[in-house]
């Protein structure tokens, strides 16, 4: 029986995704006929966890699925133990960067690839709580459709079931890594405000996530495409394509990975920052690792919290960082492509310090390009006025301070993969 991680990193109310997360993960067991270990990492206050714990206990019981209800004290007992048996240096640093006091993206899914480790998962399968499952039919469309039969598997045994396959034949005896599909709804990064008050500006920011030295033809591509998902068309029909997927396509909502390219590279663990998670699926796409990309996307929403008056500046931050990170990950990202199949060892697996050599490659990189993204910033908010120039006078008393994080989030990114062999031999059960 296939063990897998079915997951769900949460810090605001969802009971509605716990219980629909729970629904898939039965049809996972019985479809599949899979050991199907439910995660849920609750950041939440009190009050909120609290109410998740009644929504767990009063899950029906449902055979092949085991329910992992964990807030951040139980996962900090986990870290603390995995760290003590690695028995690396600066323990408190490495607690510190898996489970930091501020949001981070990708900190919250590495817990869950080490705690998918513990419980000797083959795959991680990760949903999202602001999101939920589209239907058909009266049915709810499950991703975990597409993600379970072939991960890890040989991609040339997925090609007569799949609708179609792009690979090319030399590809086909590598081992299929990844299984995803993307969202319909509202924009992933909530930035519609900014679209509906003025189209120019909205261009001006979302192009400031493109390499400095693109054209603006190619900028106008990549705003239009930018955080929109699948669009708006609903689920009619099953359409999986066996391919190198491309990383534009698929979504941290609805994804799941292989355990040979989580257990080998973990996410950036960058606190404050949009997409710090989705480092693994320009991975497994510049290595040339198989995947499946399908079309069983998720509904999308936003909660309204992040439009409160300490939701907006804190939500906004992130995406600032986000921009900032582009330096440094556009540069891993062209070398990562450069590199192309020397990213895998013999037996198709990643390697990691192959990696690491370019992240710290890139931190010597000039930040004259990041000095100039939050002066576009800085006069995109100020045009808009209102609360966006509040916030542009915040962002002007941190310039400094945000340059150095988005270079020193680099560096903690390689310093985790050098200590994440070490991590997961001593999560393994």
């Known amino acids: ?13 969802c009971p509605a995704a716990i219980a629909a997360l729970h629904q898939e993960a039965g049809y996972a067991a019985e479809r599949f006929d899979a050991d199907v270990q439910l995660l849920i990492l609750d950041s939440s206050d009190a009050r909120t966890r609290a109410a998740h714990t009644r929504v767990v206990a009063e899950l029906p019981r449902a055979a092949g699925v085991t329910v992992h209800h964990l807030d951040e004290d ?3 007992v986990f870290l603390l133990r995995t760290i003590e048996r690695a028995g690396l240096p600066g323990p408190d640093r490495l607690l510190g960067l898996l489970l930091p006091p501020a949001v981070s993206y990708g900190a919250c899914t ?29 049915r709810p469309v499950f991703p975990v459709h597409h993600e379970l039969p072939f991960l890890g598997r040989p991609a040339r045994e997925a090609t007569a079931t799949v609708t179609r396959t792009t690979l090319t034949p030399d590809r086909l005896s590598r081992p299929v890594s990844l299984a995803g599909a993307s969202f319909i709804g509202e924009l992933s990064v909530d930035l519609a405000e900014i679209r509906r008050a003025d189209e120019g500006v909205y261009h001006d920011v979302v192009s400031l996530w493109a390499p400095g030295g693109w054209s603006e033809e190619r900028k106008r591509a990549l705003v239009e495409e930018s955080f929109t998902g699948a669009g708006t068309t609903p689920f009619t029909a099953d359409l999986a394509t066996l391919t190198v997927v491309d990383p534009m396509r698929v979504d941290m909502c609805n994804v799941a990975f292989d355990r040979d390219v989580y257990e080998r590279v973990p996410l950036p663990p960058a606190t404050d920052t949009i997409g710090s998670d989705y480092f693994l699926l320009h991975l497994v796409h510049d290595a040339g690792l198989p995947g499946i990309l399908h079309n069983r996307h998720i509904e999308n929403f936003h909660t ?33 492509t450069d590199a192309g199949d020397t990213l895998l060892d013999s037996g198709h697996r990643v390697r990691p310090d192959r990696i ?4 710290r490659a890139s931190t010597g990189l000039d930040r004259a390009e990041n000095v100039w993204r ?12 209102g609360r966006y120039a509040g916030f542009a006078d915040r962002l002007a008393a941190e310039r400094g301070r945000l340059l150095d994080e988005a270079e020193a989030d680099i560096e903690s990114f390689a310093q985790l993969i050098e200590a994440w062999p070490a991590l997961i031999k001593a999560a393994a059960p």
């Open 74 to 76: 139980a996962q900090r």
């Open 110 to 138: 590495d817990r869950a690839f080490l705690l998918a480790a513990a419980l000797g998962c083959t795959s991680l399968h990760r949903r999202d709580s602001d999101s939920a499952y589209q239907r058909h039919a009266g």
């Open 1 to 13: 029986m296939n063990r897998v991680c079915l997951c769900l990193p949460t810090n605001r109310p």
């Open 356 to 359: 690491v050599d370019f992240l």
């Open 304 to 336: 309204p919290e992040r439009r409160t008056d300490t939701g907006f500046p804190a939500y906004q931050r992130r995406f600032v960082k986000f921009l900032l990170s582009m330096l440094y990950f556009h540069d891993v990202y062209d070398r990562m």
């Open 374 to 385: 939050l002066d576009r910033v800085d006069t995109a908010y100020r045009k808009l006025g």
